[in-house]
């Protein structure tokens, strides 16, 4: 289940279990219509094949300015009650890249190891992946928290990242970062999450699994 709303202050969740989704593609150009974003759409493509489980997904196109990217950030944690929030890019070397610093200026908390996972991936395809400088981090602000995450600005690298790496027989070969995030949401007092197999198996330890109804 998903809904798109552009504001959604005075809306309740559906479901005990429904996670919030923010979506923020961070593009001078897209955002003043002078090419159509491919983030978003890619993004809530991908979820509408993953997740078994309710969700909700809220989402933002904006410039790269960090003020903006870090007051998007607030609003969707702090005042929407996104449980996740998805950005794609910004996080490269040139000096309108400022994802990464707009982020950590909310953060309460980093997690390294998303971005050091996706640059880990993303080499297997091109060596220019060390240019990336992808960042995810917690915000804990009193009654709810939520994780952040950059991703890459390219959708096929977004899956790649998402997903991972696997074989000709679809076997995963290298996690994706995504087989993670169900179990960090847990573990930050967020909704469970369920996801279809084929796409991207959530692992848990065994004593966080939920029985099946």
Request: net charge negative; glycine share 8%; proline share 7%.
């Amino acid at each position: 289940m998903s809904t798109n709303i552009t504001n959604s202050k005075n809306n309740k969740r559906q479901h005990p279990d429904e996670i919030w989704i923010g979506l923020i593609s961070i593009s001078d150009r897209a955002s003043t219509g002078v090419y159509q974003d491919e983030g978003i759409p890619a993004l809530e493509k991908w979820f509408s094949k993953t997740l078994t489980s309710p969700w909700h997904m809220e989402s933002r196109l904006i410039p790269d300015e960090k003020e903006i990217i870090s007051k998007t950030i607030v609003e969707l944690i702090d005042e929407v009650g996104c449980d996740l929030v998805l950005t794609t890019g910004g996080t490269g070397p040139s000096r309108r890249d400022v994802t990464p610093e707009a982020t950590l200026a909310v953060a309460s908390r980093e997690m390294p190891g998303f971005g050091e996972q996706m640059r880990q991936i993303s080499l297997k395809f091109v060596p220019t992946a060390i240019l990336s400088r992808q960042v995810a981090a917690l915000r804990e602000i009193e009654n709810h928290a939520a994780l952040i995450i950059n991703l890459p600005g390219q959708p096929k690298a977004v899956q790649e990242t998402l997903e991972g790496l696997k074989d000709g027989e679809g076997k995963t070969i290298m996690p994706g970062i995504f087989a993670a995030v169900p179990y960090c949401i847990d573990l930050i007092g967020g909704p469970y999450m369920e996801t279809n197999e084929d796409v991207v198996k959530a692992f848990r330890p065994k004593s966080a699994i939920r029985p099946k109804n």
